[in-house]
């Protein structure tokens, strides 16, 4: 009777792993990159996705060859400042009916969407706007006017 001896392998020429424990290693390495992933993502959840809004206080200066009456709407405002011998005074330009931005016009404001018109204070002349467009708080400090689109003031309120 003949016994079969196994080679003896040295710790530099180890057994070759089974394919079925790659695979099952494999298997552990994606499940581990997957919550890698998705810890990444959760931890990214917090932040918000879009930028703040502009504040609602902004500060502007008037140009100094505006005429009484005439409306200046600072770049990217709903707002259309006025200056007159009483002081400044701010009107915002978004339509009481459904939100448009309304356009100064020779005698006021019109809005582009539905076609109310707005006398030059405000008061509504054609509907279908059921309300005057609202006079915002502004502080006059110098030669800058700050205008908050958040308050509301009563309507002829001016700040000399
Ligand atoms: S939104 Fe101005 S009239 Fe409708």
Do not use: N
Request: net charge positive; proline share 11%; with cysteine.
């Amino acid at each position: 009777m003949t016994t079969q001896v196994s080679p003896k392998r040295s710790r530099l020429d180890p057994e070759p792993m089974p394919r079925r424990d790659w695979l099952g290693l494999g298997a552990l390495w994606a499940m581990a990159v997957s919550f890698l992933f998705a810890t990444v993502g959760m931890m990214r959840l917090p932040k918000a996705a879009v930028l703040p809004s502009p504040s609602k206080k902004f500060r502007v200066a008037l140009p100094e060859t505006l005429a009484a009456g005439e409306p200046f709407v600072p770049p990217g405002r709903s707002v259309a400042l006025f200056r007159d011998e009483e002081g400044v005074y701010a009107i915002s330009t978004v339509c009481t009916h459904l939100g448009c931005i309304v356009k100064p016009a020779a005698d006021g404001f019109e809005c582009p969407c539905h076609g109310s018109r707005f006398a030059p204070d405000g008061e509504v002349r054609k509907g279908p706007a059921p309300k005057p467009l609202a006079w915002l708080k502004v502080s006059v400090s110098g030669s800058l006017v700050t205008i908050d689109e958040g308050t509301t003031v009563p309507q002829g309120t001016k700040v000399a």
